[in-house]
């Protein structure tokens, strides 16, 4: 399966996960060339999605949903093997977590160890 495969709406939700900003792009093609251009791969949006699966089967696990056009990208540069914050798991293995831009702002203001990454560096953490 690609990019190609996907609906246009399962797309939008690809970018808005990875916190990429389409700037009106409408069609297929102009969404998968917005995603490849910040450096989302489908390998990467499956890894990521498998990632997200294995957390929410955790039992502490608390589901959230960041807001449209609100969610950023944290990665945490602690040395902790896990660390859980305001429903957030963060790991060794999987140490970038997509949430809204309040979460963040909550987890910047009482921790350390965090901060922004961007969807290119992501990448190159996972090929």
């Not at 998968?32 to 957390?55: I, N």
């Not at 909550?106 to 992501?122: D, H, K, L, N, Y």
């Amino acid at each position: 399966m690609s990019f190609s495969t996907m609906k246009i709406t399962q797309l939008k939700e690809v970018a808005e996960y990875f916190a990429v900003d389409l700037d009106g792009s409408k069609t297929k093609n102009e969404i998968v060339a917005a995603l490849e251009e910040e450096g989302v791969t489908f390998e990467m949006y499956t890894k990521f999605a498998e990632a997200e699966v294995e957390a929410v089967d955790l039992p502490e696990k608390k589901s959230k949903k960041a807001p449209v056009g609100e969610t950023v990208l944290i990665k945490m540069d602690r040395e902790n093997a896990r660390f859980e914050i305001n429903g957030f798991t963060f790991t060794r293995e999987h140490p970038f977590v997509a949430m809204s831009e309040e979460d963040a702002e909550f987890i910047f203001s009482i921790e350390q160890g965090f901060r922004m990454a961007t969807p290119r560096e992501v990448q190159e953490y996972y090929n």
